[in-house]
């Protein structure tokens, strides 16, 4: 599955499209892969944030 293209003003079914993404993506994980891919996303998104945080 490709990768979804947002809409500039994020609308309702653009939280649909995300969550069907993701759920195409770890639907045939094991739990520790899922936890795994989670975690990691988690983790770049913290750093993310913290990095806007500091400017």
């Known amino acids: 599955m490709e990768k979804p293209v947002l809409s500039?003003?994020?609308?309702i079914e653009d939280?649909?499209?995300?969550r069907?993404?993701?759920?195409?993506?770890?639907?045939h994980m094991t739990d520790e892969e899922r936890m795994d891919y989670c975690n990691k996303?988690?983790?770049?998104?913290?750093?993310?944030?913290?990095?806007m945080k500091a400017l």
């Open 8 to 11: 500039p003003n994020f609308t």
């Open 15 to 18: 939280i649909h499209t995300l």
């Open 41 to 51: 996303r988690g983790r770049e998104v913290q750093k993310k944030l913290e990095k």
């Open 20 to 27: 069907e993404y993701n759920y195409q993506m770890i639907k």
